[in-house]
């Protein structure tokens, strides 16, 4: 059987990230995270060292993936499964501002994954629909790169794991890290390593 091969690369710096603002106004990348993404790419530009070849790649709708990718020198397939949390009304608000008018709910939100007292998606909700994808993409047996939200990333790290899903608190994803999981059908193994030089 053929291995499946699975780069998550989070999106470039965007306003909205850089403020500690919850997702949901689909801000494309600031210029700091334009140029952070550009030069990646050329610091590789063969993306073999740090993508590697694929057979595709996919995105989230959002801009600031969809810019990433095409930095890279990638043409994204919009993927919505990769899509980031759906912050309801909390969409856009500082985690501040949160804190400071609904302190209670941001607490609830923040220790138990079940709760989404902003009216849109909870942790597990998030979990449910990007499980189920990198579920899908375990035995499909090709090379793929999904360049997606953080919080996205931290979930299907936590998933392909098996951990309990309040351990996404535990794993940190800077923008335009790139994180590598393989199979070889049965279960997700995480990848860790220098890029290739050759």
Same mark, same amino acid.
């Given at each position: ?31 700091? !995270? $334009? ?5 990646? &790419?050329? +610091? /590789?530009? #063969?993306?073999?060292?740090?993508? *590697?070849? @694929? ?17 890279? !020198? $990638? ?5 919505? &499964?990769? +899509? /980031?949390? #759906?912050?309801?009304?909390?969409? *856009?608000? @500082? ?104």
């Amino acid at each position: 059987m053929t291995g499946t091969s699975l780069r998550l690369v989070a999106h470039g710096h965007t306003t909205a990230l850089r403020r500690a603002r919850f997702g949901g106004t689909d801000d494309g990348l600031d210029e700091g !995270g $334009l140029r952070a993404a550009l030069a990646q &790419a050329r +610091a /590789d530009p #063969d993306r073999r060292g740090h993508l *590697g070849v @694929s057979d595709t790649c996919l995105s989230s709708p959002a801009a600031a993936a969809r810019q990433t990718a095409t930095a890279f !020198g $990638l043409l994204p397939t919009i993927e919505t &499964a990769l +899509a /980031d949390c #759906d912050y309801g009304d909390w969409s *856009g608000r @500082s985690l501040e501002e949160i804190a400071g008018s609904q302190p209670q709910s941001l607490r609830d939100w923040l220790s138990a994954p079940d709760s989404a007292p902003h009216g849109g998606e909870s942790v597990t909700a998030v979990r449910d629909r990007v499980g189920s994808w990198l579920d899908e993409q375990r035995g499909a047996g090709r090379r793929v790169v999904a360049v997606t939200h953080p919080l996205v990333i931290r979930i299907a790290v936590v998933h392909a794991l098996g951990l309990p899903t309040a351990t996404y608190r535990q794993v940190d994803v800077e923008p335009l890290a790139i994180v590598r999981l393989t199979s070889q059908g049965t279960r997700w193994q995480l990848r860790l390593g220098a890029p290739r030089t050759a």
